[in-house]
């Protein structure tokens, strides 16, 4: 995204946000963790949320990432890591404090390293279907759903890149606790008066949506006020689905050429999208360095790879689904994320493609039940 100027609209709020969670880890790390409590968690969920919207979704990532680990410790979770806590308190702190001093200074080359986000367009129309959904739950806080999608033109300037869409849905109100399943979300209509549900079923074409560059292979697609969001044709009927979700082995080779980590970077920010069309699973196993997952081994064209499932209630449709496949006799080809950790390929399946389209193996079966979750949300 492009550097916000310190005295709009947009750059007053989000001074605010960044304020705002400074003091909120400040203050964690002098009164020390044995304060936190349920209210610390929302209160970073919040944060997460609100500087998501503004569009520094790097900063975003973090929030989320340090409020997973400040629940786990609340809760007294066996897979709190002290490590990882240091780590994203320590990162979301300098990263707050770099873009505040990049708006008041207007130093666009410091804003750009902390986004990593060169340039952002605007775009009249672009028609896109859905390859695969990923899903991040951090109970009673918030879901976090990322979209990833593909141009359908090949002739356009995104054809073959990786282009992500991502929604928040807060699962908590007023307060209460809300337990019904975030899936649920995805049939609520949106401030652009269209489904998320019909991101995972039709192709769409966004209209005045931005475009923001996050490297040479990778968009990202955020909505504003005047976008418009339209259910085309129902995804049974595209053709070349495969084709379409085809790593192109020169872009992947380029993007680890091209990779200079920062010490702001994680493994997963060199992260590729993947598709093993003839792959076997072997059987599923606790993480021994982590307990809050599971590890499959999965082999594909003489190629291994792990794939790392959550062993908490957002990793639950994933493992069913994988378990199920792991007994088919045949399996559709598989689409999912990968990095590179400690030497492996790390996967993150995120859906299967059959005849009537992509399987999301994330999201559950659960059917919605409308009267209970207004009654919630009230």
Sequence with gaps: MQLIRADSSQGKALAIALTQTSTAIERLL??????SSDHTVAQFGESFSHISSLGVTRLGSNLRLLTQEIQRYVKQDDAFSARRLSFFLNRSWLMCQGLQEAMQQQNEAL??????TPSTDTLDDLEVITLGVSKKLIANVFAAFEFRLRVLDQQHALAGKTLIFSLVFSLASKGKEATVHPEAFLDFSQPQNYYPRFLLSHSIRFSHAKISHETEHRARLTLTPDSTVTALHPIAHQDGLSTLAR???????????????????????????????AWEMGDTRHDPAFEDRYVIDIRSAGTDYIALVSSYTEGEALLLALTALKKSA???PLFALMHYELGQRVLQPLSVLEENGPRHLMLGQDKTDYKTLLKKLR
């Design 30 to 35: 002098k009164t020390g963790m044995s304060t």
């Design 330 to 332: 045949s399996r559709p």
């Design 247 to 277: 790593e192109n082995p020169e872009t992947v080779r380029a993007q680890l050429k091209n990779y200079c980590p920062s010490p702001f970077d994680l493994e997963i920010d060199l992260q590729s999208e993947i598709l093993l069309e």
């Design 111 to 116: 804003w750009q390293s902390l986004n990593l």
